[in-house]
């Protein structure tokens, strides 16, 4: 009976003694799998490391007390960071018939010649925007307010403009944008003096240099 037990013993003792090595044995037999992933690779637009942006616009305006007409221009912006950048605008529309004259009311007609130029700060949230599935471009939505002064019938007025709009880059020198602002200053074309809101959305075509 002694004999027997002692074997049983020996037997455990080998077994538990063997264990760590057939584990380390079938560890090192296991084949490793690797993940069939297939990696996309996107095309992104860099924006250029150069500040300064000349741009030229075309559009519409609608100035209060006349008619809406296309509207033409040039801006010149400094890019200070990423994030800030100021911008000088000239432009010009033709108002067209002020409200009053189209009434029969010769004493307030008007010369309607419409030129402006401003200067304004704007701030950019950056984002990208997708166009398919292997290219994404540069993008931001921007807003943007400044003062100026605009040339209408024949007057000269001190002008506020706030806006916003959205900008993408194709390639990293050349910028495509949509804006809309509204223009305001004191006119007394209509009779009585009044603050007039005047609207104006453009496209716009950038060049970074």
């Known amino acids: 009976m002694d004999s027997v037990k002692c074997s049983t013993a020996l037997g455990l003792i080998c077994g538990l003694v063997s264990m760590p090595v057939l584990a380390q044995e079938n560890a090192g037999s296991a084949e490793v799998v690797e993940p ?4 996309r690779t996107l095309d992104v637009a860099a924006i250029d490391t150069e500040n300064f942006e000349l741009t030229g616009f075309i559009g519409w305006m609608s100035v209060e007390d006349f008619e809406s007409d296309p509207v033409y ?8 960071n990423p994030h800030l950048f ?8 033709d108002a067209g018939t002020s409200t009053a004259e189209r009434l029969g009311n010769e ?4 010369d309607d010649d419409y030129t402006y130029y401003d200067v304004s700060l704007g701030y950019n949230l950056l984002s990208e925007t997708f166009v398919s599935t292997k290219r994404t471009l540069n993008s931001s939505f921007y807003l943007i307010g400044g003062v100026g002064n605009t040339d209408l019938a024949g007057e000269d007025e001190l002008t506020l403009n706030l806006g916003f709009g959205f ?12 804006d809309a602002r ?3 200053f004191e006119s007394d074309v209509s009779g009585r003096d009044k603050t007039t809101h005047n ?10 240099f």
């Open 182 to 184: 509204d223009y305001m």
């Open 167 to 178: 900008k993408v880059l194709p390639k990293d020198n050349l910028a495509i944008r949509l």
């Open 199 to 208: 609207f104006q959305v453009t496209l716009n075509l950038g060049w970074y």
């Open 107 to 110: 004493s307030l007609r008007k």
């Open 36 to 39: 069939a992933v297939e990696r």
């Open 86 to 93: 100021v911008e000088a605008t000239y432009g010009e529309s």
């Open 73 to 80: 221009g040039l801006r010149f912006a400094y890019h200070i």
